[in-house]
């Protein structure tokens, strides 16, 4: 059975940094891109960053690029997300994900495992 599980929120005040795990067993996603979106309330789930397999190609979302640096260890199945420079806005469920086939990274849609998230709180 697969399972993603995230680990590494909490409450931060703005202006901080957190680093937040993924960490996949039960199968491994040879040659799989990974991501992480986030969800605040009562807004749509939305991507902030992709990696691929090898770690050579990564994606932000704009909101993060510069703050956010994603990064996998393929060796121990865990997808991190480093975050610096946090803000209020910043405050949402984050999500790790598989993206097996969909066309684009940046879709919900478009990827196939989730985790169960972990919350990030940055207060102001």
């Known amino acids: 059975q697969v399972q993603l599980v995230e680990s590494g929120g909490g409450w931060v005040q703005a202006g901080g940094s957190l680093r937040l795990s993924c960490v996949v067993s039960g199968r491994t996603f040879s040659g799989a891109v990974m991501g992480w979106f986030r969800q605040a309330p009562g807004k749509e789930r939305e991507f902030v960053a992709a990696i691929s397999w090898s770690g050579g190609r990564t994606y932000y979302a704009d909101s993060v690029k510069g703050r956010c640096t994603i990064s996998r260890d393929n060796a121990k199945s865990v997808l991190y997300l480093q975050m610096n420079s946090l803000k209020p806005e910043d405050t949402a469920v984050y999500y790790c994900?598989?993206?097996?086939?969909?066309?684009?990274?940046?879709?919900?849609?478009?990827?196939?495992?989730w985790g169960q998230g972990t919350q990030v709180t940055v207060s102001s």
């Open positions: 994900a598989v993206h097996i086939r969909g066309p684009t990274f940046y879709r919900r849609e478009d990827y196939d495992y």
